[in-house]
Nanobody, 121 residues
């Protein structure tokens, strides 16, 4: 079974930076889109950023210019560089990936368990 493991979360002051990582493990044939979502207390999970296998990116408007998503296909890993962090960025960040396992005919959606990001002074 495919597993996504996030790392890099933590506590930072406003204006600080964090770099999140998410590595996919298991018997993987290919990975299509990878992305990041977040969920703050009392709110619905929301889209943050995504990147296709070809490198095309898309961002939530409020993080444009501050966050950068990238991926290393050789390592089956996606990253989220977060700069100029604001208190409103505080949330649990979840990794998402569309993964095709060996022998599969379609891609399946996988989610990580989440990593906490807290922005506070």
């Amino acid at each position: 079974q495919v597993q996504l493991v996030e790392s890099g979360g933590g506590l930072v002051q406003p204006g600080g930076s964090l770099r999140l990582s998410c590595a996919a493990s298991g018997v993987i044939f290919s990975i299509n889109t990878m992305g990041w979502y977040r969920q703050a207390p009392g709110k619905e999970r929301e889209f943050v950023a995504r990147i296709t296998s070809a490198g095309s990116t898309n961002y939530k408007d409020s993080v444009k210019g501050r966050f950068t998503i990238s991926r290393d296909n050789a390592k089956n890993t996606v990253y989220l560089q977060m700069n100029s962090l604001k208190p409103e960025d505080t949330a649990v960040y979840y990794c998402h990936a569309e993964v095709r396992g060996s022998g599969d005919f379609v891609f399946f959606d996988y989610w990580g368990q989440g990593t906490q990001v807290t922005v506070s002074s």
